[in-house]
């Protein structure tokens, strides 16, 4: 099963951007649609962003409002999450998992996670 | 688009835990769970409503009818005790259950 590592995460101020990559090890990434994740302390999961393997088709959470950007590079194995205008409530650990989508495109469901990247926005 | 589940459930062990994840509508989509225990990264343990990825144990079922989704744990373990998500696909965009903690003992 391809390995999933995020990194770029740690302590930011309120305004401030970050990027995270999330690297994968063996084959498939190219081929495979990816999202990313996060949980903040204590709370539950909330999905961020969704990009195809061949970034031709990416979709983002409302609550988002353009803020952050989902792009990859499959030459390096890598997806990103640029994270501008940074707030402290966007604190948490960030995941990428591997996007499925099965039942005739009516689920997409994630696979395959990362360990997490910890994002802290304080001043 | 929401989805709501118990806070929490508690079951002896041997016995079987069941998490509901209730949502309007929900019998028209297709659900999937995801078991999170602490400090480690969720796992898939239910897909498309009933089916179970490789390697996870024929006790872990799932059911969708009417508005509510069920997740059963038959003959629950201690290792099984974690926090449960249900997840659905809405409009382009996925939505995650508020999150069930499972407590075995």
């Known amino acids: 099963q391809m390995q999933l590592v995020e990194s770029g995460g740690g302590l930011v101020k309120p305004g401030g951007s970050l990027r995270l990559s999330c690297a994968a090890s063996g084959l498939g990434l190219s081929d495979s649609h990816m999202s990313w994740i996060r949980q903040a302390p204590g709370k539950g999961l909330e999905w961020l962003a969704y990009i195809s393997s061949g970034s031709s088709v990416i979709y983002y959470a409302d609550s988002l409002k353009g803020r952050f950007t989902i792009s990859r590079d499959n030459g390096k194995k890598s997806v990103y999450l640029q994270m501008n205008s940074l707030r402290a409530e966007d604190t948490a650990v960030y995941y990428c998992?591997?996007?499925?989508?099965?039942?005739?495109?009516?689920?997409?469901?994630?696979?395959?996670w990362g360990q997490g990247a910890l994002v802290t926005v304080s001043s | 688009y929401e989805l709501t589940q118990p806070t929490s459930v508690s079951v002896s062990p041997g016995q079987t835990a069941t998490v509901t994840c209730s949502g309007e509508g929900l019998e028209n989509k297709y659900v999937c769970w995801y078991q999170q225990k602490p400090g480690q990264s969720p796992v898939l343990v239910i897909y498309e409503d009933t089916r179970r990825p490789s390697g996870i144990p024929e006790r872990f079922s799932g059911s969708n009818s009417g508005n509510t989704a069920t997740l059963t744990i038959s003959g629950a373990q201690t290792v099984d005790e974690a926090d449960y998500y249900c997840?659905?696909?809405?409009?382009?965009?996925?939505?995650f259950g508020t999150g069930t903690k499972v407590t075995v003992l």
């Open positions: 997840q659905a696909w809405d409009s382009r965009a996925c939505v």
């Open positions: 998992a591997t996007t499925t989508i099965g039942a005739l495109d009516a689920l997409y469901y994630f696979d395959n």
